[in-house]
């Protein structure tokens, strides 16, 4: 696309990240005529490199990555996620004997499956650049004009895209929900995520374990392993945020030596792969997802504690609603930058995205302390849904988003 032309489309999403990029994906296969902006180039995020970041994908946002004819562009196969052992304890200690188990006998099919995040950028990169009715801004730098008889999105260039509704999908940090004027609510939680990779001794048999500890959950989650690491798993380990910075500086023998600790034997040696990441964790919500002409969608709507591995999963709720409302519109010739569409939008979205934030807030505060009588009430919790087989397979249900 040249400078100096305008280009009309029914969808302008801000923001190629995996939640806008996936809902463009979706749209496009039906035909919606539609323009990605982003202020970032698109290939330079495909590093070759692995860099041990890794998404959890439930089992409804497979359905749609799917849909969005993503899936199938994954350079590598996902690994399944076919078992989660849910445990409680203190660091150097064994954990404590009441657990929860979540096996292949409370689902039909894998809980999720963990997709490196390098290569869903390189599925979605294809894709958006073999969707003929998608138009691609990145990088771009944008200004952007709202009214009742549509949006107007002009960069720096002289590029310009007319659409009806604008979708922003640019993050936490979102600009586009800022120059809105829709006010968001803020909870720090004190603690930074440790993310990272480790290659291990002995297979992970697609298992992944949740381990509560005074300073925040340790996650370890399987991953598809390499001919130079055939064992890899993905490590996503909460901290209280001074810790998290101390640990994420340790040379790799004593990173280990900490990680042993929390993980104990079940992997064997261990060793880290890759980069190291660490993340503040904070959670968030806007006071509301529509303004005129415009929704928001994923992390620009909703962020949340990454306790139960549900913040993507939780964006890609809103690309599955939104992909529904969107599609029956255009079906329909009808206007998608209608109050009445975005209104729908948010009844769908914000009621379930708010139980979701409740949910992982309230787990966090119960589970990242050393209380005693907090620990002897989880544990007590966590043993009764050990035995409780409807109820297991009412959560992973929720979770799976199926």
């Known amino acids: 696309m040249s400078a100096h032309t305008v280009t009309e489309v029914d969808i302008c999403i801000i923001g190629a990240g995996p939640v806008g990029a996936t809902l463009a994906c979706r749209l496009a296969r039906e035909g919606v005529p539609v323009a990605v902006v982003d202020r970032a180039a698109l290939p330079p995020m495909e590093d070759p490199d692995f860099d041990g970041r890794a998404y959890a994908i439930a089992a409804g946002s497979k359905n749609l990555l799917e849909e969005a004819g993503v899936w199938e562009r994954l350079p590598q196969i996902p690994c399944p996620i076919?078992?989660?052992?849910?445990?409680?304890?203190?660091p150097g200690e064994p954990p404590s004997p009441l657990s929860l188990e979540f096996t292949r006998e409370d689902s039909r099919q894998p809980f999720g499956w963990m997709a490196e995040a390098r290569a869903l950028r390189v599925a979605l990169n294809a894709t958006l650049h073999d969707a003929p009715s998608v138009t691609l801004l990145a990088p771009a730098e944008v200004v952007i004009t709202r009214s009742d008889a549509g949006v107007v999105v002009r960069a720096k260039d002289g590029r310009e895209i007319r659409a009806r509704l604008l979708v922003a999908a640019d993050g936490r940090g979102s600009r586009t929900r800022?120059?809105?004027?829709?006010?968001?609510?803020?909870l720090p939680y004190g603690q930074s995520g440790i993310v990272c990779a480790i290659a291990h001794e002995l297979p992970h048999d697609n298992g992944a374990l949740e381990h509560f500890l005074p300073g925040g959950p340790f996650a370890q989650l399987p991953m598809t392993g390499t001919a130079e690491h055939p064992n890899l798993s993905a490590i996503v380990w909460s901290e209280k945020d001074a810790m998290a910075q101390r640990l994420v500086a340790l040379p790799d023998e004593l990173f280990v030596r900490e990680l042993k600790r929390r993980i104990g034997d079940r992997l064997g040696e261990v060793k880290p792969v890759g980069r190291r990441w660490v993340y503040p964790l904070s959670a968030q919500y806007a006071q509301r997802y529509t303004a005129t002409r415009m929704v928001l969608a994923g992390d620009a709507a909703h962020g949340i504690h990454p306790i139960a591995g549900q913040g993507l999963n939780l964006g890609f709720r809103d690309v599955i609603a939104l992909a529904d409302l969107l599609i029956e519109t255009h079906r329909k010739?009808?206007?998608p930058g209608a109050p009445s569409v975005l209104a729908r939008y948010q009844r769908r979205c914000r009621p379930t995205n708010m139980l979701m934030f409740v949910a992982t807030d309230a787990l966090d505060r119960l589970f990242s302390n050393d209380n005693p009588v907090l620990r002897l009430a989880r544990d007590v919790g966590i043993a009764a849904v050990q035995r409780m087989p409807r109820l297991r397979k009412a959560f992973v249900k929720h979770a799976m988003g199926v």
Do not use: F
Not at 178 to 185: D, K, L, R, W
């Open 333 to 335: 010739g009808e206007n």
């Open 82 to 90: 076919e078992d989660i052992l849910v445990t409680d304890g203190r």
């Open 178 to 186: 800022s120059q809105a004027g829709i006010p968001i609510t803020k």
